[in-house]
């Protein structure tokens, strides 16, 4: 095995007993190590700490057997945990890493703030990001709400649509609402407002430009594009979803109780035929464009980003985040038997980071 090329997927690992589960992307590693046996790659499974002590999970048959595995000349960085990747045993990997000549992408959680800024450098993106600032308290908030109708809060590093608030002006007074609750609080004035968020907010928030999104059966919709970085700087769309929000929310994350739906049906439903295939491919460069320039201004090697856009009720595409660890359960089901398309893009991109230091 000393020869074989050696890909890490590096993760966390729940171990039970001698048995081991990769959480959320158990099964899309199966099908890592099956697609990488096509082209003679030796992929397992770690942790930092285990990769430390030159220690993985191999798959053998249908079980993932705990033993001695090989330095990796790629790592594929899975890690769901922003405090994983400030951990010590991380750091140590990295500068492992750096001795063995070995690659690593995904390098790290790009946050919200980060996002915006990149793409904020690239005029032509222009017309499709939300006016988006830092969160200073009231005197954002008033002037984000003197410029549009409604607004979003969104903690810095959120993710899965955790901890966002909605606030509008109403005639009724300033309206509030979180992305966890349906219910929602009125109150009187902005400072009001301000008042009662302040004990709510503990961590770094963006403020963004509120848009009104399309619907299906009232509720709002938006699209997760699954971008892989497959041959040198090219990049492909793998997978593309529609997500609904659950009845009276305004958040269409999965882990939310969104719904997925095909991207043709929903566009169907708003569009001519040939509107569909025009507006189905804009979201694609949209989304192709973004990745692409999230991995070059971003430090590091990014190969996978999940892009997340909206069509509001004038027909115009926005970005609305885009996540550096997409989760692999956003995709339209596939048959176990075969290897989905963000699989096989991973391990391209693995083969061509190998080929770049032959």
């Given at each position: 095995?000393?020869?074989?090329?050696?890909v890490a997927v590096l993760t966390e690992i729940k171990e039970d007993r001698e048995r081991a589960s990769f959480g959320s992307i158990h099964l899309f590693c199966e099908e890592l190590v099956k697609y990488g046996e096509t082209h003679n790659?030796?992929?397992?499974?770690?942790?930092?700490?285990?990769?430390?002590?030159?220690?993985?999970?191999?798959?053998?048959?249908?079980?993932?057997?705990?033993?001695?595995?090989?330095?990796?000349?790629?790592?594929?960085?899975?890690?769901?945990?922003?405090?994983?990747?400030?951990?010590?045993?991380?750091?140590?990997?990295?500068?492992?890493?750096?001795e063995e000549d070995g690659a690593m992408f995904n390098r790290r959680f790009l946050h919200k703030w980060e996002v915006h800024r990149y793409l904020e450098r690239h005029e032509y993106l222009h017309p499709y990001l939300p006016k988006t600032?830092?969160?200073?308290?009231?005197?954002?908030?008033?002037?984000?709400?003197?410029?549009?109708?409604?607004?979003?809060?969104?903690?810095?590093?959120?993710?899965?649509?955790?901890?966002?608030?909605?606030?509008?002006?109403?005639?009724?007074?300033?309206?509030?609402?979180?992305?966890?609750?349906?219910?929602?609080?009125?109150?009187?004035?902005?400072?009001?407002?301000?008042?009662?968020?302040?004990?709510?907010?503990?961590?770094?928030?963006?403020?963004?430009?509120?848009?009104?999104?399309?619907?299906?059966?009232?509720?709002?919709?938006?699209?997760?594009?699954?971008?892989?970085?497959?041959?040198?700087?090219?990049?492909?769309?793998?997978?593309?979803?529609?997500?609904?929000?659950?009845?009276?929310?305004?958040?269409?994350?999965?882990?939310?109780?969104?719904?997925?739906?095909?991207?043709?049906?929903?566009?169907?439903?708003?569009?001519?035929?040939?509107?569909?295939?025009?507006?189905?491919?804009?979201?694609?460069?949209?989304?192709?464009?973004?990745?692409?320039?999230?991995?070059?201004?971003?430090?590091?090697?990014?190969?996978?980003?999940?892009?997340?856009?909206?069509?509001?009720?004038?027909?115009?595409?926005?970005?609305?985040?885009?996540?550096?660890?997409?989760?692999?359960?956003?995709?339209?089901?596939?048959?176990?038997?075969?290897?989905?398309?963000?699989?096989?893009?991973?391990?391209?991109?693995?083969?061509?980071?190998?080929?770049?230091?032959?």
């Amino acid at each position: 095995m000393s020869n074989q090329r050696t890909v890490a997927v590096l993760t966390e690992i729940k171990e039970d007993r001698e048995r081991a589960s990769f959480g959320s992307i158990h099964l899309f590693c199966e099908e890592l190590v099956k697609y990488g046996e096509t082209h003679n790659l030796f992929v397992y499974v770690t942790s930092p700490s285990l990769y430390l002590q030159h220690t993985g999970y191999r798959l053998t048959g249908s079980e993932w057997i705990k033993g001695g595995v090989p330095r990796a000349n790629v790592v594929y960085n899975r890690l769901h945990s922003r405090k994983s990747e400030y951990a010590p045993a991380f750091q140590q990997l990295l500068a492992r890493l750096d001795e063995e000549d070995g690659a690593m992408f995904n390098r790290r959680f790009l946050h919200k703030w980060e996002v915006h800024r990149y793409l904020e450098r690239h005029e032509y993106l222009h017309p499709y990001l939300p006016k988006t600032a830092l969160w200073d308290g009231q005197d954002s908030l008033e002037a984000f709400l003197a410029a549009f109708p409604s607004v979003f809060l969104k903690p810095v590093h959120g993710s899965q649509g955790r901890g966002i608030f909605r606030i509008e002006c109403t005639d009724e007074g300033i309206c509030l609402r979180r992305s966890t609750s349906s219910s929602s609080a009125l109150y009187r004035s902005v400072a009001a407002a301000v008042s009662a968020l302040q004990p709510q907010i503990r961590t770094p928030m963006i403020i963004q430009q509120g848009l009104e999104l399309q619907t299906i059966d009232g509720r709002p919709v938006d699209f997760r594009l699954l971008c892989h970085r497959i041959r040198h700087n090219d990049w492909r769309v793998t997978s593309a979803v529609a997500r609904a929000a659950p009845p009276e929310q305004f958040v269409a994350n999965l882990a939310r109780g969104g719904v997925l739906m095909a991207v043709n049906d929903v566009l169907r439903k708003w569009y001519t035929r040939a509107d569909v295939f025009q507006q189905k491919q804009l979201l694609k460069e949209i989304a192709l464009e973004s990745a692409a320039v999230l991995a070059s201004e971003a430090e590091g090697l990014y190969g996978e980003f999940g892009v997340d856009l909206a069509i509001d009720v004038h027909g115009r595409p926005w970005i609305i985040e885009v996540n550096t660890k997409p989760s692999k359960q956003a995709e339209m089901t596939f048959s176990q038997q075969t290897v989905r398309p963000s699989a096989k893009a991973v391990i391209d991109y693995c083969l061509t980071l190998m080929e770049e230091k032959e």
